[in-house]
Every structure is written in structure tokens, then in C-alpha cells.
């Protein structure tokens, strides 16, 4: 633990408590270190801190519309890089039907999210059903293929030379959010059996490698996926955002953090479900702008009502780089204190890294270049 220094002071008009009774016409503002889990400050503005009327430079917040990548490769390898650092890369793949080879990373764990699509991964461990909504965390070294019943979208997660955990839950303990017993393994079934190469015969099976960004591919004359059990406590896992149980406060609007799902060194995941509204009248009901300083934060809108943005679809991505103050749209402003509905209607997938990220190399209109201008008066937006 970092020895900050730990002084508490307040000065102007401020609230006692962070995120509710805030001095009437105001707007509050954090500033925090360490993501969520440091030293913060609240301050509170006349005006929304994000109510900027031009904005120039290479630092802004970004979009990306991911639906209108048009490439459908078979290999994993080749989905579109969308972000990515040093110890994360984030891909978007446009997968459909069944893999022509099996994929090994060599590079890190990767964590899948199934975005549309349904069908089952094979891998060196057995068979698991896909479908929308699903994690599935495989680690570092396994070989694996998919069959999916057509056209299937995925969010792959690299934890590049480190690998996934699950976060320590704290006072809340370690059933909270979901149970771990309720993440599933691969199975050996009969299905699993039926892909295996029959003894005596010979058919080709190719294995592409990724290893330090470069591809080897290692053919077999029989699919190497044919264990016939295992050991151990290491394997892939997968679990469902439907299974999910958020944590929530009726008096406190709780922050981001409070949704960690999986964590690495360098990065974490969280998951956005749907969840009652705050109730108490005091409290806000829409995220609070924040300087997030340590941290880059990336949104994925996987599905329902995201009622924090504005013109976000699912199959969108939002990316929000350090350093200028994060926040609601306008139109959400609106019900930062009397909500338009009792509970939220989302499901969106966070990914905030210490390490500054670079955007992939994308096709021309997959990003929104206005989505700077989403938090501006609607005269100047569209000057």
C-alpha cells in the first residue's frame, strides 16, 4: 500500500457523503487515485464539468461501432485489434460456423465474451456450450476451436504474459456477485468424444500459435484434442451475465469497481447488469463524473437500455483515455436525481488499464469521430 497523504479536509460548500445530498445547483466532481481505491477528492461545480463547447488535440473521448466491421475471419488470430497496450489487447471477432484450426495463445489468458451467436468450444479439457452473454476464461496454452450455429460476435480479452483472477470480494465475501460454484467446466461428454479421430484413422488437423504477436502452425495427422480426462486446479471457466448478482446500495450509487468480475496486474474487468434504481431521494441516480487519472476505461454495450449515453447501441464501444473528467450525457442529467424508471436495463462489459491504450488499426467508418461532440449544446455540436 502506497503511503498517501492521508488528510481529510473540507473547504466552500461541499456534502458530507460522497454521491448524495449535494449542495443545491451543483454538480460533483471526483478526482481519485488508484481506479476507485485511493485517495479521493469531491469537488462541487456550478456547471457539469463536461460541458464543453470545442475540444482539439489527439485526447478525447472516442466511440467505435463495431457492428460495421464486415470481415468475418475463421481464426480467432485474425479478428480486429481494437485497443491494446503492453499487457492487454482487445479484439472484436466476427466469427461464423466452425474453426478450420485450433488456436493456442501462447501469449497470455484470454478471456472470451460472447456477444450474439450460440455453439460450443472444444478444447483440451472437453465441451462447453456457448451462447450470448457468456465469459469464458481460457488459460494460457490451451488449444481450442469453436462451432457456432451460424454467425456469432465475440469480445476477446488478452492478459498479455499474465493471466485472469477473480477479485477478492472483501467484507462481502467470496459468494457475493456470483458464486465460484457456479462457474462451469469443460465436460468429456459424447460429444466431445465424436470429435476425436477415430483409431486407425488419419485426417490432417493444423494448430495456429500465437506467440510474441507471430503465428506457427503445427499439423497433426489426427485432432489433438483427444484427452480422455484430467486433473488439476487449473482449466477454463465459463459463466453467464444472467447469473450475476450485483451489488447495490438504495442510498448509494455505487462505483464501478463494485463490479469487478476479473482482474490482472495490469487491468480489470467489470460487468454492468440490471439492478434496482437508488431509492433514496438524496442519493444520485446516474454515474458521477470523475477524473479517473490512473486508468484508461473502455465500455462495451453488450445489450439493453444504456441510460447513462446517448446514441450508444449495443455493439458499441466507448473509449474514455485518463486525463479529462468522465461522465453522463446531457440527456441523463435529467434523472440524476428522479430516475425516468426503477431499475437499470443493461448488460456492458469495463475494461479500465493502468497502461495508456492505442487504438487498432480499424476500416474507415467504424469510428464515430462525433461522439466528442455528444456532451455539447445542441447549437454547437452541430456547428
Known amino acids: 500500500m502506497r503511503d498517501y497523504i492521508r488528510l481529510s479536509k473540507v473547504e466552500g460548500t461541499a456534502s458530507r457523503q460522497a454521491h448524495t445530498d449535494l449542495p443545491e445547483g451543483t454538480y460533483e466532481r471526483e478526482m481519485s487515485k488508484e481506479g476507485f481505491f485511493g485517495p479521493a477528492a469531491h469537488l462541487y461545480h456550478q456547471r457539469p464539468p463536461t460541458g464543453w463547447i470545442d475540444w482539439e488535440g489527439p485526447l478525447r473521448p472516442r466511440a467505435f461501432d463495431l457492428n460495421q466491421l464486415n470481415y468475418r475471419p475463421n481464426s480467432p488470430f485474425e479478428?480486429?485489434?481494437?485497443?491494446?497496450?503492453?499487457?492487454?489487447k482487445l479484439r472484436f471477432w466476427r466469427a461464423s460456423g466452425k474453426m478450420e484450426r485450433l488456436a493456442r495463445n501462447g501469449d497470455g489468458d484470454e478471456l472470451l465474451f460472447v456477444h450474439d451467436g450460440q455453439g460450443q468450444l472444444f478444447c483440451d479439457f472437453g465441451r462447453l456450450d456457448l451462447r450470448a452473454g457468456d465469459y469464458v476464461m481460457l488459460p494460457r496454452g490451451t488449444m481450442w476451436r469453436t462451432?457456432?450455429?451460424?454467425?456469432?460476435?465475440?469480445?476477446?480479452?488478452?492478459?498479455?504474459n499474465d493471466s485472469f483472477h477473480l477479485p477478492d470480494k472483501g467484507m462481502v465475501g467470496h459468494h457475493?456477485?456470483?458464486?465460484?460454484?457456479?462457474?462451469?467446466?469443460?465436460?468429456?461428454?459424447?460429444?466431445?468424444?465424436?470429435?476425436?479421430?477415430?483409431?486407425?484413422?488419419?485426417?490432417i488437423w493444423r494448430i495456429d500459435i500465437k506467440r510474441r504477436e507471430?503465428?506457427?502452425?503445427?499439423?497433426?495427422?489426427?485432432?489433438?484434442?483427444?484427452?480422455?480426462?484430467?486433473?488439476?486446479?487449473?482449466?477454463?471457466?465459463?459463466i453467464n451475465v444472467e447469473e450475476f448478482r450485483p451489488l447495490m446500495s438504495h442510498r448509494y450509487h455505487l462505483p464501478p469497481s463494485a463490479h469487478t468480475t476479473f482482474l490482472s496486474k495490469r487491468f480489470v474487468v467489470c460487468t454492468f447488469c440490471p439492478r434496482p434504481m437508488e431509492m433514496d431521494p438524496a442519493a444520485l441516480k446516474v454515474p458521477f463524473f470523475h477524473n479517473n487519472d490512473d486508468f484508461d476505461e473502455v465500455?462495451?454495450?453488450?445489450?439493453?437500455?444504456?441510460?447513462?449515453r446517448d446514441n450508444i447501441e449495443r455493439g458499441m464501444i466507448t473509449f474514455h483515455p485518463c486525463g479529462f473528467t468522465?461522465?453522463?450525457?446531457?440527456?441523463?442529467?435529467g434523472g440524476m436525481f428522479k430516475p425516468r424508471k426503477t431499475a437499470?436495463?443493461?448488460?456492458?462489459?469495463?475494461?479500465?488499464?493502468?497502461?495508456?491504450?492505442?487504438?487498432?488499426?480499424?476500416?474507415?467508418?467504424?469510428?464515430?469521430h462525433a461522439y466528442v461532440n455528444s456532451w455539447m449544446p445542441k447549437k454547437e455540436a452541430a456547428e
Open 79 to 88: 479478428a480486429a485489434t481494437v485497443l491494446h497496450n503492453a499487457h492487454v
Open 147 to 160: 462451432e457456432f450455429d451460424g454467425d456469432a460476435d465475440l469480445l476477446m480479452i488478452e492478459a498479455t
Open 176 to 203: 457475493a456477485i456470483f458464486d465460484p460454484a457456479m462457474l462451469d467446466t469443460p465436460v468429456m461428454d459424447e460429444a466431445f468424444r465424436a470429435q476425436q479421430t477415430p483409431e486407425g484413422k488419419e485426417e
Open 214 to 238: 507471430a503465428l506457427s502452425t503445427v499439423t497433426y495427422p489426427y485432432n489433438p484434442l483427444d484427452a480422455v480426462g484430467w486433473k488439476g486446479d487449473l482449466m477454463p471457466v465459463k
Open 299 to 308: 465500455l462495451f454495450y453488450h445489450r439493453g437500455d444504456f441510460f447513462s
Open 326 to 333: 468522465h461522465g453522463p450525457h446531457p440527456k441523463a442529467l
Open 344 to 368: 437499470t436495463d443493461e448488460y456492458a462489459v469495463m475494461l479500465d488499464t493502468r497502461d495508456a491504450l492505442e487504438v487498432g488499426t480499424l476500416p474507415e467508418g467504424i469510428e464515430n
